[in-house]
């Protein structure tokens, strides 16, 4: 299959060599801007990691002014003057937070000052975490490395600086200085700016897809076209042969086993009835699939008639109604009729496709119900502006599998129950159909042995 796909491919390449030029652009103009912006972005990434870099120079620079004044060697701490010289760059120094000053001693490392003052004098974790916390025991034990990394606390990320301060005499760590710089903006600048170059090249790639396809189409056009009016024209063909050539058959045909039943019906024994019955069923189904291959057909060329009137449905759905009783009452059928609350609204819908429609519902209804009754409604559905024809039954009802199909062309829910009843499989498509052009729509429950209930929905028309 992937080697026939190939095949035709290279085939279509031969015959419009042409299309190589689009297939290039669509590789090249990609992979061009895939590197510019690979480019760009790179260089985004190294300006702002240079001015994070920056600010976190100050900030050192910052804390170093801050302790060496007042707490310039092992035990001189003067922690009131820290936290005032704390709180002061606080205020001046927005971008700093968490702003801390900590000692090492017995009991481990604790703040002397800080910017929150709940932190001061508590032991500090520096077990392994996103929070920093460990850069301050690595800082405590590597003097002549520059500590400081990115960090995460509470979903935000902050870059920490950290100070260290050596005592002259003994030559060890008497103190650290630590702040957090917030890099969320940045670090969301480059984040945008990365989806903002995928985003455009992605858009170049589908734009570039959509030229190349519409270049091929434009190779096919003519050939297409000419295959679609050679079809056209032998659907059109077979239409009128089939009603020219075959519906006057039928119709004699029709006319001849009504005159043999007539005829022969009163002489004729069981056997005799039972093949002149089978005949006449026959022709009609015969009738029934030539009309509704027709009306498919009409359908999908645009043919149908769909000019929409204003209709009264619950005069017309009681006369389709009243035209059907005689065959439910033939079944022992109680078909019952309902429009009580209908308020003598009106729909905008063909009068034609819509008496259709709701024939084919209400026969089926009928045809698929061997006892039990038949309930059609009409109901105005004021709240949500549309007219709903109800017609449920107490039949054969129809499974789960069957109703993802039901409204398929040709397609007939298949039972013991119902395999003597004839039909197309075409009514409930072309009813569907319809009921969508003409903005309404067809729905169903069903459960097996229970019954249905078709839904038929239009627009109310707008009161005069």
Known sequence: MIKDIFKNAFVFIQKN??????????????LALYFYAFRVVGQFKNIIADEIEANAATAKETLRILVERDFPAAGKANAPALQKAIDRIAAEEIRLKNIRVIVKDASGYRAIAAQVPEAIGQPIDVSPSFNGETLIALGWVNVNENVGSE?????????RVVKIFIDDETGEVYALATADIAINRPLRMIA??????YAVIAAIILLNLVFVFQHAKLFTYVDRTRRLQDENKAKDNFIRMATHEL???????NAYTESLKEELLPIADDNQRQYIDRMALSVKNLSDLMEDILEVSHLQQGRTDFAPEPIAPDQVVKEIVDGIRHKAEAKGLALMFDAANFNDRKISANPVCFKRIVTNLVEN??????????????????AKKRCLILVQDTG???SAEGQEHLFQQFYRVKTQANAGIPGT???LWMSREMARKMGGDILLESIEQMGSRFFVYFPLADKA
């Open 365 to 382: 209804a009928v045809k698929y119900t061997p006892a039990g009754k038949v309930m059609v409604a009409v109901i105005a559905q004021t």
């Open 425 to 427: 499989g075409l009514g």
């Open 192 to 197: 945008a700016a990365i989806y903002e170059s």
């Open 247 to 253: 519906r006057s058959p039928v119709t004699v045909l």
């Open 396 to 398: 054969f009802g129809i």
């Open 151 to 159: 960090i995460e606390i509470d979903g935000q990320k902050y870059r």
């Open 17 to 30: 060599p042409a299309i190589l030029l689009s297939l290039a652009l669509l590789i090249i103009i990609p």
